[in-house]
């Protein structure tokens, strides 16, 4: 290969390995985790990426002398049988203009008057531009049909090509060393903190509460719900009850909000979600924003004790007298990029803490639900909070 | 990177988590798509094209769309593979229609509409299967888009659809209408050659999909998503919204239909549109369109599929939604 064909061939295996090298570093770290989800084959094919750009470079490097399938495989219509060889320094120039079209194609190419840049070294000599009839119509004079990997970085002139192989290393090595592996508030506040929408049906089961049951169970077949009795634990009755506009507002929502997904009791509560050794529920706030769209799990849940870890960022609806705060957890369908925050507000009856934005906080407090302009929203009526250390997966996959 | 502790959160953080995990997520697609093409540019012979294709135009061009089926392919892997499938033979059209039908038309596409959509509940035999309203809708406008588009690009010649560089690489027909015998070269020159232009496919690739990662990042953190809440409502503004949405967001197809469920704000034919659009156009696919075809093919056709799309979604999701039995 000619002196710029093989620099520009080290510089690609060198990019390739700069490639390979970030993802196997943030496989191996773990810190991929902060970016896909387990679930699939998501993470691991970072792993298989860095390996096989690692294959491809090295190949690449060990095969730099060899010969290369492309420069004997042309469709050039001409045969390959001319044993001139192409001498030193002497090459085509594909991109000079042939104006006037007027190159002479039965020259012989020792006072070649062309640069292609390469030579044919260790290749089947043959002949790019003479003795055989083709086709002057067109800007070049000639088309070579070889496949020489033709890309940005051999077409361009130097400018163009480190251009784009700055492209392809700087903003992946700036990445990799200044990602601070989770978002910042501003991001999350983009992401649509604050409009959440309760009422959202189509990703009903996706609250561990459902889990076994069919999210059509249909009217027909469906016994009436049993009564909820009251569990004989420690629990405390819920005060609210005793307070008939709250009993008002955790009955069915008007038409078209949440839905009747089948019966549900108490048990049915118990069954499926961890209790605390204070005997609340523990779960996470997407299944408690999910509880928004569900009848039976809210006239279950209300005024039941559940504990939630979350972050937390200041509450910006519905709060004027500032005795609300916003919980959130991300919740991640196949990369970081498409992260949305699932949030309900934290009601403390009276001035709010003040915490750190961002900060890891369990909440620990009372379900209730509240009708807010058009929608049920959930709302924990918190009892205690308290920083706590962020959870092993900052996002929910 | 190795040594001091995680930098703090910011907005410029963002954009970097939002760019590193498009990047992870699609990279490895890039490399699986940019091998395939070496291979294909080393191993696959032009002649093999010619046989199995249906010499008809128009007709090849239909069955370039349903490959995707057998041949599925993600958005960030189908560019570099149809580059060197056109060099060894394969007719525009019917390179363009794969290209636009394969990352819709595709098994895994297929399961994560009917799961985002909640439609596999819904399906309980054949006779329901028409329930399955989005996911059906998606595929077949998907098809029709991409055979429409493959039917127009079929009315003109190579020259003025792609590249100079991807031109000069295609396989030339000698004087006598045959292609030319290369001469026989060794499974390991061949090896060479695929490995070479396989990593000159994915740096290639890569610098185009990086430009376009950026970009879709920045959006993507930047950007209040309340806004759109303000423009679903209008029904002259939903469509170009969502689909003006679905170009910045960059997403891959085997998982937006996650993102696009959820959207309440928006009706069932907006998502649509989002559905069809986003895995055919997007920011990174823009960038790695223009290293194949002319750039005015590329403007062309961000408008015309913006506008087909745009026009389509609402009548043909109601035509869909006919088929489902209530």
Redesign the interface.
Same mark, same amino acid.
């Given at each position: 290969m000619s002196g710029t064909r093989t620099t520009i *061939?080290f510089l690609?295996?060198l990019?390739?390995l700069v490639?390979s090298a970030v993802?196997l570093?943030?496989y191996a770290s773990g810190r991929?985790n /902060?970016?896909?989800p387990p679930d699939g084959i998501?993470r691991d !094919?970072?792993l298989?990426?860095g390996i %096989?750009?690692g294959i491809?470079?090295l190949?690449?490097l060990f #095969?730099t002398q060899?010969? @290369?399938? &492309?420069c004997? $495989? +042309? $469709?050039? %219509?001409?045969d +390959?049988h001319h044993d001139h060889d192409h001498k030193e320094g002497c090459g085509h120039d *594909?991109s000079h203009d042939h104006k006037d079209c007027g190159h002479d194609h039965s020259h012989d190419h020792a006072d070649c008057g062309h640069d292609h840049g390469h030579k044919h070294e260790g290749c089947?000599g043959h002949d790019h531009g003479h003795a055989h009839?083709h086709d002057h119509a067109h800007d070049h004079g000639h088309? +070579?049909?070889h =496949?020489h %990997?033709?890309?940005?970085?051999?077409?361009s002139a130097w400018p163009g090509r480190i251009a /784009?192989m700055l !492209?392809?290393v700087a903003?992946?090595t700036w /990445? /990799?060393?200044? #990602?601070? $592996?989770?978002?910042?508030? @501003? &991001?999350v506040? @983009?992401? %649509?903190l604050?409009?959440p929408?309760y009422? =959202?049906k #189509?990703?009903? =089961?996706k609250f561990a509460l459902r889990q076994d049951k069919?999210?059509?169970a249909t009217k027909v077949d469906r016994a009436p719900p049993a009564p909820t009795p009251m569990p004989a634990t420690a629990i405390p009755p819920p005060e609210q009850f005793n307070k008939a506009e709250n009993v008002a507002k955790a009955s069915p929502p008007p038409p078209d909000k949440a839905q009747s997904y089948g019966s549900f009791t108490l048990e049915d509560l118990k069954k499926q979600v961890p209790q605390s050794k204070e005997g609340n529920f523990i779960l996470e706030v997407p299944e408690i924003y999910y509880t928004g769209g569900d009848l039976e799990v809210q006239k279950v849940i209300t005024g039941q004790f559940v504990e939630t870890t979350a972050q937390v960022l200041p509450e910006k609806v519905n709060n004027k007298n500032g005795h609300r705060l916003r919980v959130f957890r991300l919740m991640v369908?196949?990369?970081?990029? $498409?992260a949305?925050p699932y949030s309900i507000p934290v009601d403390f009856g009276k001035k709010a803490p003040d915490f750190k934005e !961002?900060s890891w906080v369990k909440v620990t407090g009372k379900m209730t639900y509240k009708k807010e302009g058009d929608q049920v929203v959930p709302i924990i009526e918190a009892t205690k909070i308290e920083e706590t250390t962020a959870p092993a997966d900052a996002m929910i996959y | 990177m190795f040594f001091a502790a995680l930098p703090e959160p910011s907005r410029i953080g963002d954009v970097l988590m939002a760019f590193l995990s498009i990047v992870f997520e699609g990279a490895p697609y890039i490399l699986v798509g940019t091998v395939l093409s070496g291979l294909i540019a080393a191993f696959l012979d032009s002649r093999m094209l010619d046989k199995v294709l249906p010499k008809n135009g128009v007709l090849s061009t239909f069955v370039a769309g349903v490959l995707g089926l057998v041949f599925p392919v993600c958005e960030c892997a189908v560019v570099p593979v149809i580059k060197r499938l056109v060099q060894k033979g394969l007719p525009v059209s019917c390179a363009v229609t794969y290209m636009l039908a394969a990352p819709i038309m595709n098994p895994i596409v297929a399961v994560s509409t009917l799961t985002a959509f909640k439609e596999f509940q819904k399906v309980t035999g054949w006779e329901t299967i028409g329930n399955a309203t989005m996911t059906i809708s998606r595929l077949s406008l998907g098809y029709a888009v991409a055979v429409i588009v493959g039917l127009i690009v079929l009315r003109f010649r190579p020259d003025q659809i792609l590249k100079k560089s991807v031109l000069d690489g295609i396989a030339k027909v000698g004087a006598d209408g045959q292609h030319a015998t290369a001469p026989k070269t060794s499974f390991n020159a061949k090896l060479v050659h695929a490995m070479r232009a396989a990593m000159g496919d994915f740096l290639d690739t890569t610098m185009y999909f990086t430009i376009g990662v950026i970009i879709t990042s920045v959006f993507n953190t930047q950007v209040d998503q309340s806004i759109l809440n303000d423009v679903a409502g209008n029904e002259w503004l939903a469509l170009p919204t969502i689909m003006g949405l679905a170009v910045v967001l960059s997403l891959c197809s085997t998982s937006d239909a996650f993102i696009a469920a959820p959207m309440a704000v928006f009706s069932m034919a907006a998502k649509l549109a989002f559905l069809v659009f986003g895995p055919m156009m997007d920011i990174k696919l823009l960038f790695m369109y223009s290293g194949v075809f002319k750039r005015r093919v590329v403007l062309a056709l961000l408008i015309g599929l913006f506008i087909l799309i745009g026009c389509l979604s609402e009548p043909w999701m109601m035509m869909i939604q006919q088929l489902a039995t209530k």
């Open positions: *061939h690609s295996i990019i390739m490639w993802l570093y943030f991929v /902060a970016y896909l998501f !094919m970072v298989i990426a %096989g750009m491809v470079a190949f690449n #095969t060899a010969e @290369n399938a &492309a004997c $495989d +042309h $469709d050039h %219509g001409h +390959h *594909h089947c009839s088309v +070579h049909s =496949d %990997g033709h890309g940005i970085l051999e077409e /784009a !492209m392809l903003p992946l /990445a /990799a060393f200044n #990602t601070p $592996d989770r978002y910042s508030a @501003n &991001a506040v @983009n992401k %649509g604050y409009i929408n009422e =959202d #189509t990703n009903a =089961d069919p999210a059509n369908q196949c990369c970081a990029a $498409d949305r !961002m | -």
